[in-house]
């Protein structure tokens, strides 16, 4: 009997589930988003009703603006946690995350990307993203904007380049010529320059480079090995003909790069709002 029962209740919210799927499918293709909560908008429970919440909008303006100058996230967050113009980001772990995460957010132009997490049937209440197996649904217009489309796309291009430039774009850290661009064949991990500690008093500094991967320990997958900073530069002098490593020969020179995987297919569906 018991048995039966748990088979009835677990039948029942397997269809609750799905009745609330539906609904929620159906408000995407009406352009209605399942709830909005955003930084800089008042609360809604489907964006029909959004409103800009100037004084956080200001602090959105502030970070794309200040990006370009350019100023590292992680700065931009030190300096809106001295000012208290963020409360809430004095109790955060990562406030460079939450700047970097605004900076990387379409909505703040005033669209809306729908369905871009689902709940997998059996699994209520873990939702993952969604790569390809439901329909996702564009809504241009849904809500004000904060930022306009160019800027939008000009901080995007500026993130790609940092991120190519890799610890190169960090001004805090001291880089050289090698610096991001040395990749391991193993695991595509950027390789690092480290100071290897003299083991006796008479015995000097030496440096070295290795995978990041590697250098967090035996627990990675990565098992390249490392390799001194002489044998690394006799060996590219050697790639490059020239008698000894040069900075600038190493930087003019235009390193072969591995084509990128082409992103999974979604199915997108323009939706505009009127």
Not at 150 to 178: C, H, K, P, Y
Not at 247 to 253: E, K, M, N, Q, S
Request: charged share 25%.
């Amino acid at each position: 009997m018991l048995t039966l029962l748990a088979s009835f209740a677990q039948a029942e919210s397997e269809q609750i589930s799905q009745n609330v799927k539906w609904r929620v499918r159906k408000g995407f293709e009406q352009g209605k988003a399942n709830g909005f909560h955003l930084y800089g908008y008042t609360d809604s429970p489907d964006a029909t009703d959004v409103e800009i919440v100037e004084d956080e909008a200001k602090v959105v303006r502030w970070i794309f603006a200040h990006y370009m100058l350019p100023t590292s996230c992680e700065a931009m967050a030190a300096q809106l946690i001295t000012d208290g113009r963020v409360p809430h980001l004095a109790s955060n772990k990562m406030p460079g995350e939450w700047v970097r995460h605004i900076l990387k957010n379409p909505s703040y132009t005033g669209d809306l990307l729908l369905g871009q997490w689902a709940t997998p049937d059996g699994k209520p209440g873990r939702a993952v993203r969604n790569t390809g197996e439901h329909p996702m649904y564009l809504v241009e217009g849904a809500i004000p904007a904060i930022i306009d489309h160019g800027t939008f796309t000009t901080v995007q291009a500026e993130i790609a380049r940092r991120r190519d430039l890799g610890a190169r774009a960090n001004w805090s850290i001291d880089t050289v010529a090698m610096t991001s661009k040395i990749k391991c064949a193993a695991c595509g991990c950027s390789f690092v320059r480290t100071a290897r500690k003299p083991r006796t008093q008479n015995s000097i500094t030496t440096e070295h480079w290795i995978c990041t991967e590697r250098k967090k320990g035996r627990a990675t997958s990565c098992s390249t090995s490392e390799i001194s900073d002489t044998a690394l530069k006799t060996f590219i002098a050697t790639i490059l003909g020239i008698d000894e490593f040069d900075d600038d020969v190493f930087t003019a020179h235009r390193p072969h790069r591995r084509g990128r995987e082409r992103p999974l297919h979604v199915p997108l569906h323009r939706w505009h709002h009127q």
